[in-house]
């Protein structure tokens, strides 16, 4: 009967954990840099995840991801930007850029197709 019981609350403990990493708060951000041709540009590492996973940008100005997967997950396979309507294929190793128009402020999301990677685009004024 304890033993039913010690084990239950493990198995809550760990589901609690599971769910925290994968859809709790994410915090802080990286701001995107404006380069000499107009765009916010930013490098984002595919790897178990999006590193950074939070990149923040200004409104108004087109922004321009570039993407390198360097995992062989299917699940990390495309980029979707479902606010925007636009996905990229990420092939392993290569150098991927994706570009946004600029938004209006706000968060947007940005996922894998299975929706288990996350990340987040931050537009402020």
């Known amino acids: 009967m304890l033993d039913n019981v010690i084990v239950t609350l493990v198995g809550l403990a760990l589901l609690g954990g599971i769910a925290w990493f994968f859809w ?13 041709s107009g765009y916010q540009e930013a490098m984002v590492l595919v790897k178990g995840g999006y590193a950074p996973d939070t990149i923040i940008v200004r409104a108004g100005k087109p922004v321009r991801l570039s993407f390198r997967r360097e995992e062989s997950s299917a699940c990390s396979e495309m980029v979707v930007f479902g606010d925007f309507g636009k996905s990229a294929k990420l092939p392993e190793g290569e150098l991927v850029p994706v570009e946004l128009p600029p938004a209006k402020p706000g968060t947007y999301e940005f996922t894998c197709q299975m929706g288990m990677l996350r990340g987040r685009l931050v537009v402020e004024v």
Do not use: L, T
Not at 27 to 36: D, E, H, K, Y
């Open 24 to 36: 709790g708060p994410r915090r802080g951000g990286f701001r995107a840099a404006v380069a000499s």
